[in-house]
């Protein structure tokens, strides 16, 4: 796992150049919305590309 490429590219893709909100809880939560939105570009551009590989568990077909 590259940790600095997660950086970069939330730094890059998202424009993110500082924290917005004071505080120690309100840094964490900032963060953790960056985290969640870097994920969900990640799981966006696999889904457009249809690389989404094999699922960790078996998916049951079911109705």
């Known amino acids: 796992m590259q ?12 424009s993110f150049r500082r924290f917005l909100s004071k ?9 953790i919305v960056l985290a969640m939105a870097h994920n969900v570009g990640k799981l966006h551009y696999k889904l457009q590309a249809g ?6 568990l078996p998916v049951s077909k079911t109705a």
């Open 51 to 56: 690389r989404l590989g094999q699922p960790m």
């Open 23 to 31: 505080g120690q809880a309100n840094i964490l939560t900032e963060s």
């Open 3 to 14: 940790a600095e490429g997660a950086f970069f590219r939330i730094k890059d893709n998202l």
